[in-house]
């Protein structure tokens, strides 16, 4: 039983800051690519973010760059994305993935495992 299971989503005002975490069961992180997704109603599925199992070096959508930043804790077998000056545009549902791989490529394709998605709303 291979999960991932997002957590930390909420309400909050523009500005404001989140969270969000990741726990892995079932499997380890150490070798796999981490990412986050985004997907707003209506919209398509977006990356947002990615880390790399190799070189632990991070690419963040240009939307987000300054604002988030990626991390991953082998030891706890949890990814986190810290999201900071939250803006409306980044409300959606934030989705963890991870796969096995040291490219970070933000394609939804390349990755294997999927969290159910955590809502991310940011309004006054």
């Known amino acids: 039983q291979l999960q991932l299971v997002e957590s930390g989503g909420g309400l909050v005002q523009p500005g404001g800051s989140l969270r969000l975490s990741c726990a892995a069961s079932g499997f380890t992180l150490d070798y796999y690519d981490i990412g986050w997704f985004r997907q707003a109603p209506g919209k398509e599925r977006e990356g947002v973010s990615c880390?790399?199992?190799?070189?632990?070096?991070?690419n963040y959508a240009d939307s987000v760059k300054g604002r988030f930043t990626i991390s991953r804790d082998n030891a706890k077998n949890t990814m986190y994305l810290q999201m900071n000056s939250l803006k409306p545009e980044d409300t959606a549902v934030y989705y963890c993935a991870a796969t096995p791989s040291s490219l970070c490529v933000l394609q939804l394709n390349n990755y294997r495992y999927w969290g159910q998605g955590t809502q991310v709303t940011v309004s006054s």
């Open positions: 880390i790399s199992s190799r070189s632990g070096r991070p």
